[in-house]
């Protein structure tokens, strides 16, 4: 059973950072590209950055080019997501996405909310 297990959100000021984890199981972890996703209350759930497996080639949105960083730790299943320089519009559940050419597998999410 694939499970992707979120964490590290929580309350921050706008200006400060959040460090989000995901560590998978249950998958081979490095044949998978994993992303970051988010969603705001009344919006569409949004791409923010992804890291694929075959070259460790990273993409983001343009809205958090120079303030995030995807990274993967191979050794522990497990993706980062750094966020610094937080801004209001940063606030959402973030979702933790696997996915290769035949699985998409999704975490449950966790909260971020950043305050003024």
């Known amino acids: 059973q694939v ?10 000021q706008a200006g400060g950072s959040l460090r989000l984890s995901c560590t998978a199981s249950g998958l081979t972890f490095n044949q998978y590209t994993m ?10 759930r949004e791409f923010v950055a992804s890291h694929v497996h075959k070259d460790g080639s990273t993409y983001y949105a343009d809205s958090v080019k ?3 960083t995807i990274s993967r730790d191979i050794a522990k299943n497990t993706v980062y997501l750094q966020m610094n320089n937080l801004k209001l519009e940063d606030a959402a559940v973030y979702y933790c996405n696997a996915i290769s050419n035949y699985d998409d597998y999704w975490g449950q999410g966790t909260q ?3 305050s003024s």
């Open 3 to 12: 499970q992707l297990v979120e964490s590290g959100g929580g309350l921050v």
């Open 35 to 44: 992303a970051w996703f988010r969603q705001a209350p009344g919006k569409e």
């Open 66 to 68: 120079g303030r995030f």
């Open 112 to 114: 971020v909310t950043v």
